[in-house]
């Protein structure tokens, strides 16, 4: 289906986007990666055996004209990069330029280029604070920061697209994907690479709200699996949650962490803090009906690779000992 097939891949460099390339080029496809490399890093591709089915092209999506080379001939384009929610909040022009804009970039050149379908990254952030949980696909929009809100611009931009050009795409609205190379940086979503961190090195992460937010936790390997299944003809023009099905407290995550970890930090919990929502917790019956697809590693399991990868890797020459 895929092999020989040439695929384009956004911010392949990155977290979730250089799984999806490993695993592409396992499969045989010739691979073209388009990522600036802001957070995206080369060493993610070490892992590749096969490099002659790879090639990296350094840039951004807000150069169209390069999208557009880019994806001639492609027959998919995993649309993966975007400025991470944190980042958007400190500098929203460029949210939107990058997330929004380039968004439209990717639908445009696919449309010129015949591609198949584009298959996108969306977020759980459009839902915001759940009016009520867990959250499925029919959950009415309720963001309050930019990075949800050019998830949605983004969404409407391939629905668009899809109703007047008749160029098909897949939404995957991940809840909170971890796993191997996640950048530590990332205060929220590389929650779980923070705490391993800290804890390797004999520190107490500071856990907001006493630890009592939740997340809905998916290992990396059954989101890339998702993504794969997206590109079936039978999951076109349609969104799909990616989540686990179970809500799990910060405190609980930490104290699993360090027991996986046999150390014996607490951590220190502080009443206030950030507060981007208070609860994360969505179901995954849509896309079990079309596809078959659930959950396969579980979070003890994932946690385990996941620092099983950070012992085996340098993580203050990947991202520096913040």
Same mark, same amino acid.
């Given at each position: 289906?895929?092999?020989?097939?040439?695929?384009?891949?956004?911010?392949?460099?990155?977290?979730?986007?250089?799984?999806?390339?490993?695993?592409?080029?396992?499969?045989?496809?010739?691979?073209?990666?388009?990522?600036?490399?802001?957070?995206?890093?080369?060493?993610?591709?070490?892992?590749?055996?096969?490099?002659?089915?790879? =090639?990296?092209?350094?840039? $951004?999506?807000? +150069? &169209?004209?390069?999208? %557009?080379?880019?994806?001639?001939?492609? *027959?998919? !384009?995993?649309?993966?990069?975007?400025?991470?929610?944190?980042?958007?909040?400190?500098?929203?022009?460029?949210?939107?330029?990058?997330?929004?804009?380039?968004?439209?970039?990717?639908?445009?050149?696919?449309?010129?280029?015949?591609?198949?379908?584009?298959?996108?990254?969306?977020?759980?952030?459009?839902?915001?604070?759940?009016?009520?949980?867990?959250?499925?696909?029919?959950?009415?929009?309720?963001?309050?920061?930019?990075?949800?809100?050019?998830?949605?611009?983004? =969404?409407?931009?391939?629905? $668009?697209?899809? +109703? &007047?050009?008749?160029? %098909?795409?897949?939404?995957?609205?991940? *809840?909170? !994907?971890?796993?191997?190379?996640?950048?530590?940086?990332?205060?929220?979503?590389?929650?779980?690479?923070?705490?391993?961190?800290?804890?390797?090195?004999?520190?107490?992460?500071?856990?907001?709200?006493?630890?009592?937010?939740?997340?809905?936790?998916?290992?990396?390997?059954?989101?890339?699996?998702?993504?794969?299944?997206?590109?079936?003809?039978?999951?076109?023009?349609?969104?799909?949650?990616?989540?686990?099905?179970?809500?799990?407290?910060?405190?609980?995550?930490?104290?699993?962490l360090a027991d996986l970890m046999q150390r014996n930090i607490k951590p220190t919990l502080?009443?206030?803090?950030?507060?981007?929502?208070?609860?994360?917790?969505?179901?995954?019956?849509?896309?079990?009906?079309?596809?078959?697809?659930?959950?396969?590693?579980?979070?003890?399991?994932?946690?385990?690779?996941?620092?099983?990868?950070?012992?085996?890797?340098?993580?203050?020459?990947?991202?520096?000992?913040?």
């Amino acid at each position: 289906m895929i092999k020989n097939q040439k695929i384009l891949i956004t911010g392949g460099a990155g977290f979730i986007g250089s799984h999806i390339t490993e695993r592409l080029v396992y499969l045989g496809a010739d691979v073209v990666v388009l990522d600036d490399f802001s957070r995206g890093l080369m060493k993610n591709f070490n892992g590749i055996k096969n490099k002659k089915k790879l =090639e990296i092209v350094r840039g $951004s999506i807000l +150069n &169209k004209k390069l999208v %557009k080379k880019l994806s001639k001939n492609c *027959l998919y !384009i995993f649309h993966e990069a975007a400025i991470p929610l944190l980042d958007c909040e400190h500098n929203p022009r460029k949210c939107i330029n990058i997330n929004t804009i380039g968004t439209f970039n990717v639908c445009e050149s696919a449309f010129v280029n015949k591609v198949k379908k584009i298959i996108f990254s969306s977020s759980s952030s459009v839902y915001g604070e759940g009016k009520y949980l867990p959250t499925d696909e029919e959950h009415p929009f309720n963001n309050r920061n930019f990075y949800g809100a050019t998830k949605i611009a983004s =969404e409407q931009l391939l629905i $668009s697209f899809a +109703n &007047k050009f008749n160029q %098909k795409f897949t939404c995957l609205r991940y *809840l909170n !994907i971890y796993g191997p190379r996640q950048n530590v940086n990332s205060k929220y979503s590389g929650i779980v690479i923070k705490i391993i961190k800290d804890i390797h090195f004999g520190k107490s992460t500071i856990l907001d709200h006493n630890g009592k937010n939740t997340l809905d936790l998916v290992y990396v390997g059954d989101a890339v699996e998702a993504n794969l299944l997206a590109l079936s003809p039978e999951m076109s023009n349609k969104i799909y949650n990616i989540s686990s099905g179970e809500e799990t407290k910060l405190i609980n995550l930490y104290h699993l962490l360090a027991d996986l970890m046999q150390r014996n930090i607490k951590p220190t919990l502080k009443p206030g803090g950030d507060n981007f929502v208070n609860r994360r917790f969505g179901t995954f019956f849509k896309i079990q009906k079309d596809a078959g697809w659930h959950p396969k590693i579980k979070l003890k399991t994932g946690l385990s690779k996941t620092i099983d990868w950070y012992k085996s890797t340098n993580i203050n020459k990947l991202y520096g000992n913040k």
